[in-house]
């Protein structure tokens, strides 16, 4: 069973940049994709960023697009998403996800591990 843990959020300012990483456990997290998604309040669960097996074709959603970075750490495990640019419109509780496959996919149904998820909170 994998177990899935991001760190890394927390409060900054619009402007600031702001990484967060996503550390696995029972689980070779390089052998297959995984995902960035956000959910802000009274909002659905929207997609970020995704990366494939041992890096293959990074895809983002439009909200990421020339501002984020999706990337992954095999020797460590893990998968990171670094945040430029920030916007109070980026304030949200972001989660990690893994499929059980190579490809990257966008949509949420096609994770089947999430971790808890940690909270970004941007201050205009």
């Known amino acids: 069973q994998v177990h899935l843990v991001e760190s890394g959020g927390g409060l900054v300012q619009a402007g600031d940049s702001l990484t967060l990483s996503c550390a696995a456990s029972?689980?070779?997290?390089?052998?297959?994709?995984a995902g960035w998604f956000r959910q802000a309040p009274g909002k659905e669960r929207e997609f970020v960023a995704a990366?494939?097996?041992?890096?293959?074709?990074?895809n983002y959603g439009d909200p990421a697009k020339g501002r984020f970075t999706i990337s992954r750490d095999s020797a460590k495990n893990t998968v990171s998403l670094q945040m430029n640019s920030l916007t109070p419109e980026d304030t949200a509780v972001y989660y990690c996800a893994v499929t059980n496959g190579a490809l990257p996919p966008r949509s949420s149904s096609s994770y089947v591990s999430w971790g808890q998820g940690t909270q970004v909170t941007v201050s205009s």
């Open positions: 029972g689980w070779i997290f390089s052998n297959y994709a």
């Open positions: 990366i494939g097996r041992s890096g293959y074709g990074p």
